[in-house]
């Protein structure tokens, strides 16, 4: 895991949320930690994207909430952002969109500990929903194949939808290979026997010139 301290302008509370930052690394429980001090730019959000670290700790108004924050959060990567009660307000919509967690200033050792922990589960939770999400929007791209590839069977051969799916599932245990794959193959098939039904034939192009004009001309 990699966390990173975002260091703006120096002193005051700043320079606290270092102090505090490095003590919370120190602690033997964080050893499976990877920490690092980064210095706040305008194109931090670029570096990000490259570095791909876990987590950033942040105090305001040092690195200033602006566009490189949503730049940031939208790449997957957690924020802990130390800010005075007055300026959490600013922050409510991306709080409630991306893995940022607020901590009071000046900021203590606990408190910055368990921000970290609830951007770590926060990530966590997302990733998960995101593989659950991918894994659904599979199985109706492949039940759209499956519909497809049936639909061919019960108008080429007269059978049932029910008897279709039973041929799939049969070619699909002999071959031993998923069904979605041979009703792929079977609309592969389909678009090379007959592919004016499905959008490939090319219109027939013209050989040699174009023919000659033989409208009048009118002097």
């Known amino acids: 895991m990699q966390a990173w301290l975002v260091q703006g302008e120096a002193g005051g509370e700043r320079d606290a ?3 505090v930052f490095r003590q919370w690394a120190g602690r ?3 050893r499976h930690w990877s920490v690092d001090c980064v210095r ?3 194109d931090l959000a670029f570096v990000v994207q490259a570095r791909q670290p ?4 942040v105090a305001e108004p040092g690195c200033p909430i602006g566009p490189w924050t949503a730049e940031v959060l939208a790449s997957g990567v957690g924020l802990v952002l130390a800010v005075s009660l007055e300026r959490a307000e600013a922050c409510r919509a991306l709080s409630e969109q991306y893995a940022l967690q607020l901590t009071a200033l000046p900021p203590n050792v606990e408190a910055v500990g368990l921000a970290i922990f609830n951007v770590l589960a926060y990530l966590r939770r997302q990733r998960g929903w995101q593989v659950r999400l991918d894994q659904l929007q599979q199985r109706v791209n ?3 194949v499956m519909e497809r590839a049936m639909g061919i069977l ?3 051969l007269g059978v049932s939808e029910k008897e279709a799916y039973k041929r799939l599932r049969v070619l699909s245990r002999r071959q031993r290979r998923q069904i979605r794959d041979i009703a792929q193959a079977l609309l592969d098939t389909q678009a090379l026997l007959l592919p004016e039904m ?3 034939v090319e219109p027939p192009q013209r050989d040699g010139p174009p023919p000659p004009d033989h409208s009048e001309t009118v002097s």
């Open 17 to 19: 949320l270092g102090c």
């Open 28 to 30: 033997p429980e964080n």
């Open 40 to 42: 706040w730019t305008a």
């Open 54 to 57: 876990d987590v950033l700790v």
């Open 142 to 144: 492949d039940r759209i």
């Open 154 to 156: 019960v108008e080429r």
């Open 198 to 200: 499905n959008g490939f």
